[in-house]
């Protein structure tokens, strides 16, 4: 798993942890880069791979409720595939793929692929050959053979960070992340407290511009790092700092 989703609710991944791949949805960062790599390969090979929708690929919680919900049944209809969802049992309708119970599924961590037409022999085949060399495993065979799911965290294959070094996108140095942490709000104001408030006064401690006391608390001498970080990120000068330069910062 990689190490920015810790502390994430599975289907409730924050969008800058979110990029658009190939084919159609969104996927982890990460995985959209091994996904875009073995697209790039499979295509140079002259072969599509593309996901089956645009929902096969990120699902948020909701849309993974919705689809079950769709799919089982609290009914006992005799199905051997069962789940179990909100305290009950669920049992598999007929004639439907089964599903993962929402926030269970390597779709609501942006990990997984439903890859469209997986059992076509020429299709499965080549990703027999080439999934593992851009780090998805292909675990479900053959109950789901269109899902595969990245398994490398934070340390893509030497094909993927091939692909990243290519396309400009920094590959998680010795395990760490370059993606921002998550934000849990919106912009910080002067006069502000709380951990919030301690987590930007150290990050402009890192970066060397506030050298005072992390006491979460955003009086004057923070405003001075602010003002420095600004300047020095190009900002309109003023107080407080907005949802976007939180980002920036990395929060
Ligand atoms: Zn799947």
Redesign the pocket.
Same mark, same amino acid.
């Given at each position: 798993m990689p190490k920015d989703l810790k502390g994430i609710e599975a289907g409730k991944l924050p969008a800058h942890l979110l990029v658009p791949c190939a084919g159609g949805g969104k996927l982890h960062w990460l995985c959209a880069a091994a996904w875009n790599a073995m697209v790039e390969k499979a295509k140079s090979e002259g072969l599509e791979l593309k996901p089956t929708s645009a929902g @096969?690929t990120y699902r948020d919680y909701e849309s993974q409720k919705r689809g079950f919900l769709s799919r089982y049944t609290t009914t006992n209809n005799g199905s051997k595939t069962t789940r179990t969802f909100e305290g009950k049992t669920w049992y598999l309708k007929p004639g439907v793929a089964p599903m993962a119970t929402p926030g269970k599924?390597?779709?609501n961590w942006g990990l997984?692929v @439903?890859v469209h037409s997986a059992g076509e022999p020429k299709r499965l085949n080549w990703m027999i050959a080439n999934v593992k060399e851009f780090g998805f495993s292909w675990e479900v065979v053959p109950v789901?053979p269109?899902?595969i799911r990245l398994v490398t965290g934070d340390n893509p294959t030497p094909a993927v960070r091939a692909y990243m070094e290519r396309n400009g996108i920094k590959a998680p140095a010795g395990g760490a992340t370059p993606a921002p942490a998550p934000s849990s709000g919106g912009g910080i104001n002067f006069g502000d407290k709380g951990p919030r408030v301690a987590q930007m006064q150290g990050l402009l401690v890192e970066r060397g511009m506030y050298k005072k006391k992390i006491d979460g608390s955003y009086g004057p001498q923070t405003q001075l790092a602010v003002d420095a970080w600004k300047a020095a990120n190009g900002r309109p000068a003023g107080r407080g700092m907005s949802a976007e330069e939180l980002k920036m910062l990395g929060m």
């Open positions: @096969d599924s390597n779709h997984a @439903d789901e269109w899902h």
